[in-house]
């Protein structure tokens, strides 16, 4: 059984004091929309609560990490001299399954498809890639709507959040991760 509190004095020391209030409202909100949604509440608040283990870990770290655990990433060349915080999720996925013992595939999937989806989403990676998108500390231009269509229709709250990530990166002048595109075309005809 894996242990919640051992999971929050985890990220107590290891996260910002505003991303730790993001993981747990987050973890809160997923678990919410997965009952709403007929999925398992228990196991939504803790694929939530491990979602973002590494994501206060500077780049360098999350590189050499990734190089010395040998991660399988996706576009790792990419990420690596790109978007390094991207690695956060895979990362992530081996500290969960290390610290935490977490071998539970559908957590483990959804923790590693939080921050871009991918060609090949359950309903439950979808649900935590849009509770960490919608979550109650998140306040960008349209994440209200984003939090309604959620209750609605978790597909359609999938690919409005894959268009709002997208859509920001064209924004910023910033590099999209190749699989982003992928996943868009894919999902996007999907609707």
């Known amino acids: 059984m894996i242990n919640e509190v051992k999971i929050i004095n985890y990220l107590r020391k290891n996260l910002t004091k505003q991303r730790f209030n993001h993981v747990l409202g987050m973890a809160e909100f ?13 196991k939504a608040k803790l694929a939530g609560l491990l979602h973002d283990l590494a994501r206060n870990w500077n780049e360098k770290k999350l590189i050499e990490y990734s190089k010395n655990r040998f991660l399988r990433i996706p576009h790792k060349k990419f990420i690596m001299e790109f978007q390094p915080i991207l690695l956060h999720s895979f990362v992530g996925v081996d500290l969960a399954k290390k610290i935490f013992h977490v071998k539970d595939k559908n957590i483990l999937s959804a923790i590693a498809k939080h921050s871009f989806g991918a060609v090949q989403m359950s309903s439950f990676d979808k ?5 960490d998108l919608a979550a109650p500390d998140r306040t960008y231009r349209g994440v209200e709507f984003l939090r309604k269509i959620a209750y609605k229709n978790l597909d359609q709250a999938f690919i409005e959040g894959i268009k709002k990530k997208i859509s920001h990166l064209l924004e910023v002048n910033e590099k999209i991760y190749p699989e982003a595109v992928r996943v868009w075309n894919f999902w996007v005809k999907q609707d």
């Open 30 to 42: 997923a678990r919410k929309l997965a009952l709403h949604h007929g999925l398992k509440g228990d």
């Open 127 to 131: 649900l935590i890639y849009v509770a």
